[in-house]
């Protein structure tokens, strides 16, 4: 499988990005889609997940990201996206995308950096 994600930059303390990441096969079948962050000097966490099928509370996230991030898919695209709201510095790092254990290899991210 191939990864590519987009959408990061540089933005100010309490800025929005969008992130997307599209997937070289179907994920219709992939029961969780995942956004991951590599802080620098840190291990890679799951910051935000969300289920298939569209059932209520089927989204999870981290609790740093919690009420600040949006984590949606469309099957029809093979796309999973992160809306980043009221960024914080805290936030830096490079945001993956990945089917939580089931996927071993990586795309090559996508770099965030909050600073002001």
């Known amino acids: 499988v191939q990864l590519v994600e987009s959408g990061g930059g540089l933005v100010q303390p309490g800025g929005s990005l969008k992130l997307s990441c599209q997937v070289s096969e179907s994920i219709v079948n992939i029961n969780v889609m995942g956004w991951f962050r590599q802080a620098p000097g840190k291990q890679r966490e799951l910051v935000a997940a969300i289920d298939n099928g569209g059932r209520a509370n089927s989204e999870h996230y981290a609790d740093s990201v919690k009420g600040r991030f949006t984590v949606s898919r469309d099957n029809t695209k093979n796309t999973v996206y992160l809306q980043m709201n009221n960024l914080k510095p805290d936030d830096t790092g490079i945001y993956y995308c990945?089917?939580?254990?089931?996927?071993?290899?990586w795309g090559q991210g996508t770099q965030v950096t909050v600073s002001s």
């Open positions: 990945n089917a939580p254990g089931l996927w071993s290899d």
